[in-house]
């Protein structure tokens, strides 16, 4: 089974051909200054986040655990998490993302996976994790169900085929998208 990446659902939900042009056709990706700045707040808030309670996770107390390598024969999958929190016999991942705007789908079920690669890691169930969007402070409660954990295995199996096939996917819906991609130029190339 093809080994995938935690991102490449994220990727796949936003935009299937940004994983095609990662596994079919690989291309160099152009760094944009959205990602660099990602980068930079991610090391601030890893920072921040060390001195601040748990109240905003609704929990009294618990351990932090910062980029989290993690890996899933099962699922044939991996990705470094950027936080999980260990309490009471529960995990809780937490993703921080950029964001001005409330947490998208492909957001949620980046979450899901990471869940259940905690869930083969740690042999326990996780049924909630955390969207933590910056620069702001706000943290969304995200829930893990069976048919979320579904949804992520469906993606899995169709990145896959994508990948076997090697068949150029549509655009996304929205073409809004693709204003800051950085596949962009490749993208148009192919149309």
Not at 43 to 50: S, Y
Request: proline share 6%; with cysteine; aromatic share 12%.
């Amino acid at each position: 089974m093809l080994s995938l990446r935690v991102s490449d659902i994220k990727q796949y939900l936003y935009c299937p051909r940004v994983v095609f042009f990662t596994y079919v056709c690989p291309v160099e990706k152009k760094i944009t200054r959205k990602m660099e700045y990602g980068k930079e707040e991610h090391v601030e808030l890893d920072r921040l986040e060390k001195r601040r309670t748990f109240r905003r996770y609704r929990l009294e107390e618990g351990e932090r655990k910062f980029h989290t390598r993690l890996y899933s024969t099962r699922l044939g999958l991996e990705g470094m998490l950027d936080m999980h929190i260990v309490s009471r016999g529960e995990c809780i991942p937490v993703e921080f993302k950029y964001s001005s705007q409330e947490p998208a789908l492909n957001h949620k079920y980046q979450l899901v996976a990471y869940a259940m690669l905690l869930e083969d890691t740690y042999n326990i169930p996780v049924r909630n994790g955390f969207l933590y969007l910056i620069p702001g402070t706000e943290v969304y409660p995200v829930e893990v169900t069976p048919n979320s954990r579904d949804f992520v295995k469906e993606t899995l199996r169709k990145i896959r085929r994508m990948i076997k096939t090697e068949l150029f996917p549509g655009p996304p819906r929205g073409q809004g998208r693709c204003v800051d991609c950085e596949y962009r130029n490749f993208c148009r190339d192919m149309r």
